[in-house]
T-cell receptor
Framework: GQSLEQPSEVTAVEGAIVQINCTYQ??????LSWYQQHDGGAPTFLSY????GLEETGRFSSFLSRSDSYGYLLLQELQMKDSASYFC????????????FGAGTILRVKS | KAGVTQTPRYLIKTRGQQVTLSCSPI?????VSWYQQTPGQGLQFLFE???????NKGNFPGRFSGRQFSNSRSEMNVSTLELGDSALYLC??????????????FGPGTRLTVL
């Protein structure tokens, strides 16, 4: 079954802030990653959290709470080009160290 | 630095045939992973190679196989194709040999259609 849960779709307006949540269930957790994929494109790496807290990279931030098995991706000052699918991914001992992806969240940015 | 390249980009095959897909990682990257992406199943891990050794394998039937060469280039093979094998096959490379390396660089993928 799916061990990572993220919303299937989120819609927001240009200039706004949006948060995409990801919850996971696994043991021997190593870290949580986020990837962005535009239609017809390849996934591109956005961030990686191994420890609790917030990591900021420009307009994007990613947060992890290991005790809650929860993380989120925060996108600020949304732009039309941010319309894409966003995947969280987990690597853990339970998964045999392979990267397991969530089903993805489609973000639609409206003007 | 050139990115990850995959060939061919598009492929149409019929059921029962076999197919070989190729991936050239970023220069200096020794780890190569393969994923299958379908609308219903998302990104599913196929296998991971590091220095010519398969380090990890996903839950796919034995019809799916792969290998890595000494120059880190990798190939995956699917034999006895089924309709359900139609998907985008993505290859990703990373620089570190450590299992926890999570920054993977993806190629554009090979779109396989099985008729």
């Amino acid at each position: 079954g799916q061990s990572l849960e993220q919303p299937s779709e989120v819609t927001a307006v240009e200039g706004a802030i949006v948060q995409i949540n990801c919850t996971y269930q696994t043991s021997g957790f190593y870290g949580l990653s986020w990837y962005q994929q535009h239609d017809g494109g390849a996934p591109t790496f956005l961030s990686y959290n191994a420890l609790d807290g917030l990591e900021e990279t420009g307009r994007f931030s990613s947060f992890l709470s290991r005790s809650d098995s929860y993380g989120y991706l925060l996108l600020q000052e949304l732009q039309m080009k941010d319309s894409a699918s966003y995947f969280c991914a987990v690597r853990s001992m339970e998964y045999g160290n392979k990267l397991v992806f969530g089903a993805g969240t489609i973000l639609r940015v409206k003007s | 630095k050139a990115g990850v390249t995959q060939t061919p980009r598009y492929l149409i095959k019929t059921r029962g045939q076999q197919v070989t897909l190729s991936c050239s990682p970023i220069s200096g990257h020794r780890s190569v992973s393969w994923y299958q992406q379908t609308p219903g199943q998302g990104l599913q891990f196929l296998f991971e190679y590091f220095s010519e050794t398969q380090r990890n394998k996903g839950n796919f039937p034995g019809r799916f196989s792969g290998r890595q060469f000494s120059n880190s280039r990798s190939e995956m093979n699917v034999s006895t194709l089924e309709l359900g094998d139609s998907a985008l096959y993505l290859c990703a490379s990373s620089s570190s040999g450590a299992p926890r390396a999570d920054e993977q660089f993806f190629g554009p993928g090979t779109r396989l259609t099985v008729l």
